[in-house]
């Protein structure tokens, strides 16, 4: 059994993997985040940056509606303003937070008076990158004809003149540099949608990653404790001393270690499928799969021990060193893609 002087330790540790996976979570709706300065928010284009004079900008507004707009940038900043904080997300891990300031697209879209038939409103970028809301999303009161950011003009690489800002979804719909923006009668598939890319890119805590953050830390604890405890048995095994530590706390741990993975993992490929139309397309992604397959076979390996297969121990042994190792390196290579 466990020394009675581990015990606490183990359990604090074990009740701080929970704590930090729930805090997580809780952060996703939280609104104290500072704000990213400008200089220092994520940039992210299809193909680079294209130049726009503002002296000759102009938004054009047509399809499905009953008065074509065609709006200068001065015509833009003349309408009552708004002012919202949000987050924007990219599928791929980079983020920042701003102060957005433009004119609520459905003003514009008011102005134009969109037909019944109206489903989706389409953004068309200078770059020539295209996204879409449908009319209801677009119509929502925090959706922005975006000419501010952080109290000053958007800078270049944010989209100037024009973004998109749309609170609740993936960054992908925050389309920069629009230059037209035509309502259509049928489901526009844009850039990145036609490619696989969820439609609607609604972000929600279950689809966010803050559950595969969570579920991460968890696997993180207990996959430290199963190794260190590990190691100084081996040791201790080794020498000719008793174990320090249960045979069967190490095993339990290894066991949560494993599971909380293959969790993490199932997770990671299923809302990554989801938003991006395909799995492996980083090394975050593509290390995940053999770091979680070395650590089956550290289970697997562990549990022959337990009944007495000593033959299988330098597998063991070796499977949980790569397995930690790979993972590890795993965590390392999400916190480059979301901070990098």
Known sequence: MLPSKWRPLISLTLAAAVLIGASAIVSGSNGDEPITPNDEFPVISIDGTPAIDPSSYRLAVNGTVQNDLDLTLDELKAMPPVTVTAELRSVSGPEGRARWTGVPLRTVLDM?????????????????????????????????????????????????????????????????????????????????ESRGWSDNARMTPQSDWYYHA?????????????????????????????????????????????ILSIAALIWWVSQTYAYRGAVGY???????????????????????????????????????????????????????????
């Open 112 to 192: 134009a008076v969109l037909d019944s038939s109206s489903q989706d409103v389409v953004f068309y970028s200078a770059d020539e990158y295209s996204t879409s809301l449908t009319v209801e999303d677009a119509s929502a009161a925090d959706v922005l004809i975006c000419y501010e950011m952080n109290g000053e003009p958007l800078p270049p690489d944010q989209g100037f003149p024009i973004r998109i800002v749309a609170p609740g979804h993936w960054g992908y719909k925050w389309g920069k540099w629009v230059t037209n923006i035509e309502v259509v009668d049928y489901d526009h598939r844009g850039y990145w």
């Open 214 to 258: 969570a579920l991460l830390t968890a696997a993180g604890v207990a996959g430290a404790l199963s190794g260190a405890s590990g190691m100084v048995n081996g040791w201790r095994r080794i020498n000719g001393r008793p174990y320090l530590v249960s045979p069967r706390v190490h095993t339990y741990l290894g066991y949560a270690f494993t």
């Open 282 to 340: 980083t090394w975050h992604g593509r290390l995940a799969v053999p770091a979680v397959v070395v650590g089956v076979i550290g289970m697997v390996t562990g549990a022959l021990l337990v009944r007495r297969r000593k033959d299988v121990r330098w597998l063991h042994t070796l499977s949980s060193v790569l397995g930690l190792t790979a993972f590890v390196l795993t965590i390392v290579l999400g916190l480059l893609l979301a901070y990098g």
